[in-house]
Nanobody
Framework: QVQLVESGGGLVQAGGSLRLSCAAS????????MGWFRQAPGKEREFVAA????????NAADSVQGRFTISRDNAKNTVFLQMNSLKLEDTAVYYC?????????????????????WGQGTQVTVSS
């Protein structure tokens, strides 16, 4: 009964900002590393950002470094992705994911295969 529900996607102009949210239920959220991935049309799903269970150990893809920030609120079982200075190439479906085995790793993983649960995704479209 694990459920991850993304929200906050939409249409935004290049250079603008958007904040995505992912509400989790049915799992020990505070024990899980959380990640954001995205998939553009015709491309493989790629890593965007990840955060450790305690809010540390953050990672971000080079393509979004300095523009996107991942954060979490364990009291609300929610992870966020603040996206600033959006570019056309940021257009994709953004997926939230949970890694329940974070305790066995050094850091929040960037590998898609390490995540156990996935949301349905939210569309982000950046226009010119």
């Amino acid at each position: 009964q694990v459920q991850l529900v993304e929200s906050g996607g939409g249409l935004v102009q290049a250079g603008g900002s958007l904040r995505l949210s992912c509400a989790a239920s049915g799992l020990a959220f505070s024990d899980c590393a959380m990640g954001w991935f995205r998939q553009a049309p015709g491309k493989e799903r790629e890593f965007v950002a990840a955060i450790g269970a305690n809010g540390g150990g953050t990672n971000a893809a080079d393509s979004v470094q300095g523009r996107f920030t991942i954060s979490r609120d364990n009291a609300k079982n929610t992870v966020f992705l603040q996206m600033n200075s959006l570019k056309l190439e940021d257009t994709a479906v953004y997926y939230c994911a949970a890694d329940r085995n974070y305790g066995s790793r050094w850091d929040a993983t960037t590998l898609r295969s390490d995540y156990d649960y996935w949301g349905q995704g939210t569309q982000v479209t950046v226009s010119s």
